[in-house]
C-alpha cells in the first residue's frame, strides 16, 4: 500500500460522515444504553442483589457496550457501501489508484472510529452511575477494536449484496439482535435451560460479550482461548471475503 493520500482521504471521508449526522449515529446509542443502565442500574437492579458475584448493572453494562459498537460498526460499514453504490460514487473510489486494501481499509478506519467513539461515550455515561470499571484494559481495547472490524467487514458485505435499503436491516433484525440478546447480555449460562446451554456456547456473540465482560469486570464464563480464536479467526475470513468480492468487482459493477 502506497497511496496514503488516498487511503487518508477515504478515512477522512468516513469519520466526517459519520459526524454530520451524530445525532443519528452517536447520540441515539448513548441515550439507548443511558436507558439500560437506568432501568437496569436503577429499577431492576434494585430487586437483584447480584449475579455471578457483581451487581446487576455491572454484569449487564459491558453487553449493553458492545451491542452498541456493534450496531454502530455494521451501521457504519453497510450504509457507506450501500450509499456510495446507490448515488454511484463508489466509482470514483473504483478508479482511482488505490489497491482493493487500501479502499477497505478506509472504510474499516471509519467503522473502528465511530464505534469506538459510541462505546467510550457509554462507559463515561456509566461513570455516572457508578458502573464503569476496567478490569484488563488493552484485553478491553482489543475486544472493542476486533469486534467492530468484524462487523465492519459483515457490514460492508450486506452493503455490497443489498438490493434495496431495506434489505441493510435484515441481517441486524433477524441476525444481530437475536444472538446479542441470547449471548449472555442480562444473564448467565447458569441461569438457562440445560438444553439451551451447548447451543449458547456455539453463539459466537457469546464469546465477543464474554470477552467484554471479562475485561471489565473480570467475570468470564467461556473459554478464554476459544473467543480468541473465534475474533481472530473471523477477522481475517471476512477480511478475505470481503476482498475477494472487492477483486471480483461484487455488487460494484454492472
Known sequence: MGNWIGLYTIMRREVERFFRVSGQTLVTPWISALLYIFVFGQVVGQRISEIGGHS?????????????????????????IYFARFARHIEEILVSPLSYAEMIL????GVVIRSLTVGVGIYVIAIFFSAATISHFWLFLFYLVAVSIVFGFLGIIVGLWAKGFEQLNILGTFVITPLSFVGGVFNTLDMLPESLRAIAQWNPFFYFIDGIRHSMIGFSEGNATVGYVMVIGSVLVLGLLTEFLFRRGYGLRT
Open 106 to 109: 478506509g472504510f474499516i478506519v
Open 56 to 80: 446487576y448493572i455491572d454484569f449487564v453494562l459491558p453487553g449493553v457496550l458492545m451491542m452498541s459498537v456493534i450496531g454502530a460498526a455494521f451501521g457504519q460499514s453497510s450504509s457507506s
